[in-house]
């Protein structure tokens, strides 16, 4: 994170060096398949998610750094959008415990399948100083699971902690401009963190990140947020209008 001027000074990484390192020590990501019926509930932006799923959208109200998310279920409750969801199609029967067809249920199998995965940020012991409140910030944050941790043990700096859940997805449109040019847009793999159901402490609500290949079998990931803080997500929406900009980079 740089400032226009190279002179001054560069406050952002100044702060990251001697406290975000130890509040946030990002490790890497881990994927997982994700279940059909889990993957349908991610990306619901129905108008009846409260009833649909109580037990998350309770998670979601009961953390106060999830509002962004919660501010999204009240959104859709309220029919703020007037156009459907990209997936409204494949939900509008109703949720998958409570009355989806089977033509449906075929439909996010594949999606599942063959297209999607869900992942977590993993966090190294210098978060441990830190557990209690990111238990009280982040509803996703936890322990991981027992086959990452034995992985884990057997290396130098073990893995103790997920948060920050996302849902991957590959051979998708990048949404920045430089990942492309005028006649063709670069295809990459992307981190969904912005849907309702996802959750997740502020500022994760703003992000969308990608993993580019700059050259044959060489991938960069790329940290991207949106600018345009007043413009509520929903995936039927034009990406230009979140004004998405590349904060940072990561391997």
Same mark, same amino acid.
């Given at each position: ?15 990251? !060096?001697?406290?975000?390192? @130890? ?10 398949? /994700?279940?059909?019926?889990?993957? $349908? ?6 108008? +009846? &998610? ?16 999830? *509002?962004?998310?919660? #501010? ?12 459907? $969801?990209?997936?409204?199609?494949? &939900?509008?029967?109703?949720?998958? +415990? ?15 399948? #063959?297209?999607? %995965?869900?992942? #977590? #940020? ?5 978060? *441990?100083?830190?557990?209690? /409140? ?10 991981? &699971? ?13 893995? !103790? ?12 449109? $990048?949404?920045?401009?430089?990942? $492309? ?11 969904? @963190? ?7 402490? %502020?500022? /994760?609500?703003?992000?969308? +990140? ?9 991938? &960069? ?10 413009? *509520?997500?929903?995936?039927?929406? +034009? ?13």
């Amino acid at each position: 994170m740089r400032n226009t001027k190279s002179s001054d000074p560069n406050l952002l990484n100044a702060m990251w !060096v001697s406290i975000g390192r @130890y509040i946030f020590p990002w490790a890497g990501k881990n994927y997982e398949k /994700i279940s059909p019926r889990k993957l $349908s509930m991610m990306l619901d932006e129905s108008p +009846d &998610l409260a009833k649909r799923y109580p037990g998350r959208v309770h998670e979601l109200k009961l953390h106060q750094a999830s *509002l962004l998310h919660y #501010n999204l279920v009240l959104k859709n409750q309220q029919h703020y959008w007037k156009t459907d $969801s990209i997936f409204t199609k494949h &939900l509008k029967n109703s949720s998958w +415990d409570n009355g989806m067809s089977d033509e449906d249920k075929e439909f996010w199998k594949d999606q599942a399948e #063959n297209k999607w %995965v869900s992942g #977590n #940020n993993i966090q190294d012991k210098r978060i *441990l100083p830190m557990d209690l /409140i990111f238990k009280m910030l982040d509803m996703n944050y936890q322990e991981p &699971l027992q086959s990452i941790q034995k992985l884990a043990n057997q290396g130098p700096g073990p893995f !103790v902690r997920q948060g920050y859940i996302f849902l991957g997805h590959a051979d998708q449109e $990048s949404i920045l401009p430089m990942s $492309s040019s005028e006649t063709k847009k670069k295809r990459v793999f992307k981190f969904h @963190y912005r849907s309702p159901m996802i959750g997740g402490a %502020v500022p /994760i609500g703003f992000c969308l +990140d990608e993993i580019v290949e700059i050259a044959q079998g060489l991938f &960069l990931g790329q940290l991207i947020y949106s600018t345009a803080l007043t413009e *509520l997500y929903r995936s039927s929406v +034009d990406p230009t209008k979140y004004e998405c900009q590349l904060l940072d980079i990561f391997c």
